[in-house]
């Protein structure tokens, strides 16, 4: 097994975290700037340009969002309203025809 380096997603949640709005729930999202900062280090990924450094910080973005992810979905699925149920949307078709 190879051991890795990576930020530890709970040291970012002071600076990257946004709780918004959606409905009657809460749900989490990376800020913006961590969000441009996640985008900045997946094109250098790409270019294949990042230090070790940088490969340890979009980890521990990469494992934020999904915990976000995971914390949103079980929000969702217990809110009275979610917009992603297939009711829901089938509702929101109905309305657009």
Do not use: Y
């Not at 190879?2 to 600076?15: A, F, H, K, N, Y």
């Not at 450094?53 to 976000?68: D, H, P, R, W």
Request: a negative charge; aromatic letters at 4%; proline letters at 5%.
């Amino acid at each position: 097994m190879i051991t890795q380096s990576m930020v530890q997603p709970s040291s970012l949640i002071p600076v990257g975290m946004n709780i918004v709005p959606l409905g009657n729930v809460f749900l989490f999202h990376l800020t913006d700037d961590l969000q441009d900062r996640l985008e900045n280090l997946l094109d250098r990924k790409k270019a294949d340009a990042l230090t070790n450094e940088q490969i340890a910080e979009l980890e521990g973005i990469i494992e934020l969002s999904c915990i976000f992810t995971l914390i949103n979905a079980q929000i969702a699925e217990k809110a009275a309203w979610c917009p992603l149920k297939p009711e829901n949307l089938s509702e929101n078709n109905s309305r657009i025809k």
